[in-house]
T-cell receptor, first 115, second 113 residues
Framework: AQSVTQLGSHVSVSEGALVLLRCNYS??????LFWYVQYPNQGLQLLLK??????LVKGINGFEAEFKKSETSFHLTKPSAHMSDAAEYFC?????????????FGTGTRLLVSP | DGGITQSPKYLFRKEGQNVTLSCEQN?????MYWYRQDPGQGLRLIYY???????QKGDIAEGYSVSREKKESFPLTVTSAQKNPTAFYLC????????????FGDGTRLSIL
Protein backbone atom coordinates (compact mmCIF):
# COMPACT_ATOMS: atom_id res chain seq x y z
CA ALA A 1 0.00 0.00 0.00
CA GLN A 2 1.11 3.52 -0.66
CA SER A 3 0.39 6.82 1.01
CA VAL A 4 1.54 10.41 0.87
CA THR A 5 1.72 12.92 3.71
CA GLN A 6 1.98 16.62 3.00
CA LEU A 7 2.84 18.51 6.17
CA GLY A 8 0.99 21.80 6.46
CA SER A 9 -2.29 22.44 4.68
CA HIS A 10 -1.23 26.08 4.28
CA VAL A 11 2.22 27.63 3.89
CA SER A 12 2.73 31.40 3.85
CA VAL A 13 5.83 33.12 2.49
CA SER A 14 6.80 36.61 1.46
CA GLU A 15 7.64 37.40 -2.14
CA GLY A 16 11.32 36.62 -2.71
CA ALA A 17 11.54 34.14 0.18
CA LEU A 18 12.41 30.46 -0.03
CA VAL A 19 9.52 28.10 -0.71
CA LEU A 20 9.60 24.68 0.97
CA LEU A 21 6.66 22.31 0.64
CA ARG A 22 7.05 18.97 2.39
CA CYS A 23 6.10 15.55 1.09
CA ASN A 24 6.75 12.19 2.75
CA TYR A 25 5.67 8.93 1.20
CA SER A 26 5.15 5.37 2.25
CA UNK A 27 5.55 2.65 -0.34
CA UNK A 28 6.28 -1.08 -0.15
CA UNK A 29 8.00 -0.97 -3.56
CA UNK A 30 10.23 1.66 -5.21
CA UNK A 31 8.05 4.57 -6.21
CA UNK A 32 7.71 7.18 -8.88
CA LEU A 33 6.89 10.57 -7.39
CA PHE A 34 5.22 13.63 -8.86
CA TRP A 35 4.45 17.21 -7.88
CA TYR A 36 1.44 18.94 -9.41
CA VAL A 37 0.17 22.52 -9.11
CA GLN A 38 -3.47 23.59 -9.21
CA TYR A 39 -4.74 27.13 -9.73
CA PRO A 40 -8.31 27.99 -8.65
CA ASN A 41 -11.03 26.21 -10.63
CA GLN A 42 -8.52 24.52 -12.90
CA GLY A 43 -7.07 21.09 -13.35
CA LEU A 44 -3.65 19.94 -12.20
CA GLN A 45 -0.47 20.78 -14.04
CA LEU A 46 2.71 18.72 -13.73
CA LEU A 47 5.59 20.56 -12.06
CA LEU A 48 8.14 17.74 -11.99
CA LYS A 49 8.57 14.02 -11.61
CA UNK A 50 11.04 11.57 -10.09
CA UNK A 51 11.48 8.41 -12.13
CA UNK A 52 14.82 7.20 -10.71
CA UNK A 53 17.14 8.85 -13.26
CA UNK A 54 18.40 11.50 -10.82
CA UNK A 55 17.58 12.26 -7.20
CA LEU A 56 17.52 16.04 -7.74
CA VAL A 57 14.77 16.88 -10.17
CA LYS A 58 14.25 20.26 -11.79
CA GLY A 59 10.80 21.29 -12.94
CA ILE A 60 8.98 24.20 -14.46
CA ASN A 61 8.76 27.73 -13.02
CA GLY A 62 12.03 27.36 -11.07
CA PHE A 63 10.84 24.55 -8.80
CA GLU A 64 12.94 21.54 -7.88
CA ALA A 65 12.64 18.54 -5.59
CA GLU A 66 15.08 16.06 -4.10
CA PHE A 67 14.29 12.37 -3.63
CA LYS A 68 15.73 11.13 -0.33
CA LYS A 69 15.16 7.42 0.07
CA SER A 70 16.54 7.29 3.62
CA GLU A 71 14.03 9.93 4.71
CA THR A 72 11.21 8.76 2.38
CA SER A 73 10.84 12.37 1.35
CA PHE A 74 10.36 14.37 -1.84
CA HIS A 75 10.19 17.99 -0.70
CA LEU A 76 9.50 20.76 -3.22
CA THR A 77 11.59 23.95 -3.13
CA LYS A 78 11.99 27.23 -4.96
CA PRO A 79 14.69 29.76 -4.02
CA SER A 80 12.56 32.86 -4.48
CA ALA A 81 8.77 33.00 -4.38
CA HIS A 82 6.75 35.01 -6.88
CA MET A 83 3.20 36.20 -6.44
CA SER A 84 2.23 33.96 -9.34
CA ASP A 85 3.29 30.88 -7.31
CA ALA A 86 0.23 31.21 -5.08
CA ALA A 87 -1.70 27.99 -5.73
CA GLU A 88 -2.33 24.54 -4.29
CA TYR A 89 0.38 21.92 -4.62
CA PHE A 90 -0.09 18.16 -4.60
CA CYS A 91 2.47 15.41 -4.14
CA UNK A 92 1.61 11.99 -5.61
CA UNK A 93 3.14 8.50 -5.66
CA UNK A 94 2.76 5.42 -7.84
CA UNK A 95 4.64 2.09 -7.80
CA UNK A 96 7.55 1.80 -10.19
CA UNK A 97 7.46 -0.48 -13.22
CA UNK A 98 3.90 -1.69 -13.01
CA UNK A 99 3.17 -0.76 -16.63
CA UNK A 100 0.27 1.34 -15.49
CA UNK A 101 -0.03 4.41 -13.31
CA UNK A 102 -2.37 4.58 -10.34
CA UNK A 103 -1.54 7.72 -8.42
CA UNK A 104 -2.12 8.24 -4.71
CA PHE A 105 -2.28 11.93 -3.86
CA GLY A 106 -1.51 13.86 -0.73
CA THR A 107 -4.13 16.20 0.67
CA GLY A 108 -2.41 19.25 -0.79
CA THR A 109 -0.66 22.37 0.50
CA ARG A 110 -1.96 25.82 -0.32
CA LEU A 111 0.89 28.29 -0.86
CA LEU A 112 0.13 31.89 0.03
CA VAL A 113 2.55 34.59 -1.17
CA SER A 114 2.44 38.05 0.34
CA PRO A 115 4.02 41.18 -1.16
CA ASP B 1 -3.67 21.77 -29.52
CA GLY B 2 -3.87 18.40 -27.81
CA GLY B 3 -5.57 18.17 -24.49
CA ILE B 4 -8.46 17.02 -22.34
CA THR B 5 -11.85 18.66 -22.53
CA GLN B 6 -14.34 18.36 -19.72
CA SER B 7 -17.88 19.63 -20.04
CA PRO B 8 -19.83 21.30 -18.68
CA LYS B 9 -17.73 23.52 -16.41
CA TYR B 10 -20.61 23.84 -13.93
CA LEU B 11 -23.47 21.38 -13.44
CA PHE B 12 -26.48 21.38 -11.17
CA ARG B 13 -28.43 18.31 -10.18
CA LYS B 14 -31.76 17.87 -8.51
CA GLU B 15 -32.22 15.22 -5.87
CA GLY B 16 -32.85 11.80 -7.42
CA GLN B 17 -31.38 12.68 -10.82
CA ASN B 18 -28.55 11.01 -12.66
CA VAL B 19 -26.11 13.32 -14.42
CA THR B 20 -23.31 12.58 -16.87
CA LEU B 21 -20.00 14.41 -17.01
CA SER B 22 -18.17 14.42 -20.31
CA CYS B 23 -14.43 13.85 -20.78
CA GLU B 24 -12.75 13.79 -24.19
CA GLN B 25 -9.02 13.59 -24.99
CA ASN B 26 -7.12 13.96 -28.26
CA UNK B 27 -3.73 12.98 -26.86
CA UNK B 28 -4.01 9.37 -28.04
CA UNK B 29 -3.55 8.19 -24.46
CA UNK B 30 -4.45 4.65 -23.51
CA UNK B 31 -5.41 5.27 -19.88
CA MET B 32 -8.10 7.58 -18.51
CA TYR B 33 -9.13 8.39 -14.96
CA TRP B 34 -11.85 10.13 -12.95
CA TYR B 35 -11.11 11.83 -9.64
CA ARG B 36 -13.25 13.56 -7.08
CA GLN B 37 -11.79 16.56 -5.23
CA ASP B 38 -13.18 17.83 -1.94
CA PRO B 39 -11.63 20.62 0.14
CA GLY B 40 -8.86 19.33 2.37
CA GLN B 41 -9.03 15.78 1.01
CA GLY B 42 -6.91 15.92 -2.10
CA LEU B 43 -7.93 13.83 -5.10
CA ARG B 44 -9.62 10.46 -4.74
CA LEU B 45 -9.85 7.98 -7.59
CA ILE B 46 -13.36 7.02 -8.72
CA TYR B 47 -12.75 4.86 -11.82
CA TYR B 48 -9.96 4.25 -14.28
CA UNK B 49 -9.60 2.59 -17.65
CA UNK B 50 -6.47 1.21 -19.29
CA UNK B 51 -8.02 0.22 -22.62
CA UNK B 52 -11.25 0.54 -24.55
CA UNK B 53 -14.17 -1.51 -23.20
CA UNK B 54 -12.42 -2.12 -19.88
CA UNK B 55 -12.44 -0.16 -16.63
CA GLN B 56 -11.82 -0.73 -12.93
CA LYS B 57 -13.22 0.71 -9.73
CA GLY B 58 -11.08 3.12 -7.79
CA ASP B 59 -11.29 3.92 -4.12
CA ILE B 60 -14.71 5.60 -4.09
CA ALA B 61 -16.72 4.04 -6.95
CA GLU B 62 -20.03 3.63 -5.11
CA GLY B 63 -22.74 5.75 -6.69
CA TYR B 64 -20.81 6.29 -9.94
CA SER B 65 -20.66 4.51 -13.29
CA VAL B 66 -18.48 4.88 -16.40
CA SER B 67 -18.11 3.57 -19.93
CA ARG B 68 -15.17 3.42 -22.34
CA GLU B 69 -16.56 2.73 -25.80
CA LYS B 70 -13.98 4.89 -27.56
CA LYS B 71 -10.33 5.58 -26.78
CA GLU B 72 -11.01 9.31 -26.73
CA SER B 73 -13.99 9.33 -24.41
CA PHE B 74 -14.59 8.36 -20.77
CA PRO B 75 -17.91 9.74 -19.48
CA LEU B 76 -18.80 9.58 -15.79
CA THR B 77 -22.38 9.21 -14.56
CA VAL B 78 -23.18 10.37 -11.06
CA THR B 79 -26.21 8.34 -10.05
CA SER B 80 -28.90 9.10 -7.49
CA ALA B 81 -27.22 6.49 -5.27
CA GLN B 82 -24.35 8.92 -4.65
CA LYS B 83 -25.55 10.62 -1.50
CA ASN B 84 -23.06 13.46 -1.42
CA PRO B 85 -22.27 14.32 -5.03
CA THR B 86 -21.34 17.98 -4.55
CA ALA B 87 -17.66 18.17 -5.50
CA PHE B 88 -15.15 19.13 -8.17
CA TYR B 89 -14.62 16.30 -10.66
CA LEU B 90 -11.39 15.94 -12.61
CA CYS B 91 -10.68 13.75 -15.60
CA UNK B 92 -7.15 12.76 -16.56
CA UNK B 93 -5.34 10.64 -19.12
CA UNK B 94 -1.87 9.17 -19.51
CA UNK B 95 0.18 7.03 -21.88
CA UNK B 96 1.14 3.48 -20.93
CA UNK B 97 3.82 3.17 -18.25
CA UNK B 98 3.81 4.11 -14.59
CA UNK B 99 6.49 6.77 -15.14
CA UNK B 100 4.25 8.75 -17.48
CA UNK B 101 2.53 11.78 -15.91
CA UNK B 102 -1.20 12.22 -16.05
CA UNK B 103 -2.69 15.13 -17.98
CA PHE B 104 -5.74 16.78 -16.45
CA GLY B 105 -8.81 18.55 -17.75
CA ASP B 106 -10.09 21.75 -16.15
CA GLY B 107 -12.78 19.99 -14.17
CA THR B 108 -16.55 20.05 -13.68
CA ARG B 109 -18.08 21.49 -10.53
CA LEU B 110 -21.25 19.63 -9.58
CA SER B 111 -23.75 21.12 -7.15
CA ILE B 112 -27.06 19.91 -5.77
CA LEU B 113 -30.11 22.14 -6.09
Amino acid sequence: AQSVTQLGSHVSVSEGALVLLRCNYSSSVPPYLFWYVQYPNQGLQLLLKYTSAATLVKGINGFEAEFKKSETSFHLTKPSAHMSDAAEYFCAVTPMNTGFQKLVFGTGTRLLVSP
Amino acid sequence: DGGITQSPKYLFRKEGQNVTLSCEQNLNHDAMYWYRQDPGQGLRLIYYSQIVNDFQKGDIAEGYSVSREKKESFPLTVTSAQKNPTAFYLCASSPRGSNQPQHFGDGTRLSIL
